[in-house]
């Protein structure tokens, strides 16, 4: 499985942007669909976007979209998440998953995880 490390969380007002970076260790990074997840406290980890191994395609949550960006690296073996236009309800630990083969949007399609960053938005 590959390993992952997400940085480049924080806190940040409202209508403020961050964006969060994951590293993958492996040499076959490409051929992982990459997702963000998060989890609010008290509720359950879901889905926030994805993006297929070459890059091509992708999906969003209806929360985020037209908010945040995925995007990834395969020469540097990275995913990031542009978060702008940040809201409070967007405060929750955020998540890097990997997965062989198409994007999938279920929590359970992902058998890697990183150990997650904290994003904070203030009102």
């Known amino acids: 499985q590959v390993q992952l490390v997400e940085s480049g969380g924080g806190l940040v007002q409202a209508g403020g942007s961050l964006r969060l970076s994951c590293a993958a260790s492996?040499?076959?990074?490409?051929?992982?669909?990459m997702g963000w997840f998060r989890q609010a406290p008290g509720k359950e980890r879901e889905f926030v976007a994805v993006?297929?191994?070459?890059?091509?395609?992708?999906y969003y949550a209806d929360s985020v979209k037209g908010r945040f960006t995925i995007s990834r690296d395969n020469i540097e073996n990275t995913v990031h998440l542009q978060m702008n236009s940040l809201k409070p309800e967007d405060t929750a630990v955020y998540y890097c998953?990997?997965?062989?083969?198409?994007?999938?949007?279920?929590?359970?399609?992902?058998?890697?995880w990183g150990q997650g960053t904290q994003v904070t938005v203030s009102s």
């Open positions: 998953a990997a997965r062989r083969g198409i994007p999938r949007t279920a929590r359970n399609d992902f058998p890697s």
């Open positions: 993006i297929s191994g070459s890059g091509g395609s992708t």
């Open positions: 492996g040499r076959t990074f490409s051929s992982y669909a």
